[in-house]
């Protein structure tokens, strides 16, 4: 996740600092997994389990 991707809604500026991805047919049931950018570091959140990531990795996720 890059940081520097900002975005303008009605006026205001945010900042994308996370995703979410989903894995299955319904969001009933699946998998969630989040990609979160915290202190430089892209974290990846996977149930119980949380990994640092490469920030590449994350940002070709963004382009899906």
């Known amino acids: 996740i890059r940081t520097s991707m ?3 809604v009605a006026g205001q500026i945010y ?3 996370a ?5 299955g047919f319904s969001r009933r ?3 969630y997994v ?14 119980t ?5 490469s920030c ?3 940002s ?4 899906h």
């Not at 989040?34 to 149930?47: E, K, P, S």
């Not at 070709?60 to 382009?63: D, F, I, S, T």
């Open 6 to 8: 900002l975005f303008q």
């Open 19 to 23: 995703i979410i991805e989903h894995h």
């Open 49 to 53: 389990v949380v990994g640092v990531r």
């Open 34 to 47: 989040a990609y979160i950018d915290h202190a430089g570091n892209t974290f990846r959140i996977d149930d």
């Open 29 to 31: 049931s699946g998998h």
């Open 60 to 63: 070709e996720r963004m382009k």
């Open 56 to 58: 590449v990795g994350a």
């Open 15 to 17: 900042e994308l600092t």
